[in-house]
């Protein structure tokens, strides 16, 4: 039970081996941030469009790169959320009108 009491000093928010990712930290909260731009512009607005398309296919380019270079589950975690709300965004965007305004 000693193991249960150890501070985690080590790494990142989300490094789980105690090292610092910046580079997948970066990707992670730019894939969120895109996917939930994405998403909400596509539910909210269906004449933003084109906005919702751009920001869900570089959401899912960044997500799938990021998960291609991550190191840890809670990484991944995120990346797959941040995934799922560019493709989901992306995908009404098109459905709403496409990339070209």
């Not at 730019?30 to 539910?43: E, P, Q, R």
């Amino acid at each position: 039970m000693a193991q249960a009491l150890r501070p985690n000093t080590g790494g990142g928010l989300f490094a789980t081996d105690g090292k610092p990712h910046p580079l997948q930290d970066t990707l992670l909260a730019v894939t969120l941030v895109l996917g939930l731009l994405s998403f909400l512009t596509a539910i909210i607005e269906e004449d933003l469009h084109v906005l919702s398309s751009w920001a869900g296919l570089v959401g899912i380019l960044t997500g799938a790169y990021g998960q291609w270079i991550s190191e840890t589950t809670r990484e991944r975690f995120g990346l797959i959320l941040g995934l799922g709300a560019s493709g989901v965004g992306f995908f009404l965007g098109m459905a709403h009108g496409g990339l070209i305004g």
